[in-house]
């Protein structure tokens, strides 16, 4: 059995988003300890911990993860539904990623254009500066 601490330590959850998703639910069937009524955590527990995590990182939300959850606990019978559910994400998680590597991109692209610049490769120009002002060239 774990503790809390040593719960966030396999984890990663800070203690509070720990505290957190146990107060509202998502992790089924805490145990206590028999002394001091602590919160104790087992290999299943931390399983599904992590699992959450995965789903926070996938953008579920809070009623999701419990939506989630009560579907895991129904068994067999939804597992299409929760399939669904972790398409649904996954195709929205693609999409980000396709805008975050053109963003990725864009920053490359710039980059070598600065260090034409800074090389003295390409004669400075800007968007905002018209060509007859003058500008400063450092």
């Known amino acids: 059995m774990y503790s809390m601490k040593e719960c966030c330590r396999l984890t990663g959850l800070s203690y509070d988003t720990l505290k957190f998703y146990c107060n509202q639910g998502l992790v089924p069937n805490v145990k206590r300890g028999r002394n001091n009524n602590y919160r104790e955590f ?49 195709k929205l998680l693609e999409e980000k990623i396709l805008k975050l590597q053109e963003a990725s991109n864009y920053i490359d692209e ?29």
């Not at 996938?58 to 669904?84: A, H, P, W």
């Not at 980059?111 to 007859?132: A, H, M, R, V």
Request: proline share 0%; aromatic share 12%; glycine share 4%.
């Open 42 to 90: 087992d290999e299943d527990d931390i399983n599904w911990i992590k699992g959450l995590i995965c789903l926070k990182r996938c953008d579920f939300s809070i009623k999701e993860m419990k939506e989630y959850m009560q579907l895991c606990k129904r068994g067999k019978s939804t597992i299409v539904e929760r399939k669904n559910m972790l398409n649904k994400h996954k």
């Open 110 to 138: 710039k980059n070598k254009l600065y260090d034409k610049f800074l090389s003295g490769e390409t004669e400075y120009f800007s968007y905002f500066i018209k060509k007859d002002e003058k500008i400063n060239r450092l």
